[in-house]
């Protein structure tokens, strides 16, 4: 039996309120702290996930925590809410719309303010 490989997501979620210009700040941000086969892309009008491939939930824990630490580092994103979720397959879901729930309710329950 083939063992499944682990690909994790990061949620990345700014509240409404924030200006456009902030996701291309963090968008910036997360390109120093990836490697090159991770992607973050736009999902839905103020968040962006992270496509971690071959990694695990601790991994994807650890990456959030940087981009976070990032962040706060950070002069120009001084002020920026950042609300963040990690999910990880297959221990979380089978597909991609069960992972982007598990990650959005992690998300929403834990925020981070800069």
Known sequence: ??????????L???PKSQEASALLLL????????????QFLRYQENSLVGILA???ELGAKNLQKRVLDAVHSDGR??????????????????DIQSLLKVAESRAMG?????
């Open 77 to 94: 994103l001084k002020e920026l809410l950042v609300l963040a979720g990690t999910a990880t397959y297959p221990m979380d879901g089978e």
């Open 12 to 14: 990345l979620k700014l």
């Open 1 to 10: 039996m083939k063992e499944k490989v682990p690909v994790s997501l990061v």
């Open 27 to 38: 968008e910036t941000v997360l390109r120093r702290d990836l490697r090159y086969q991770d």
């Open 110 to 114: 834990q925020s981070k303010t800069y």
């Open 54 to 56: 071959e990694t695990d």
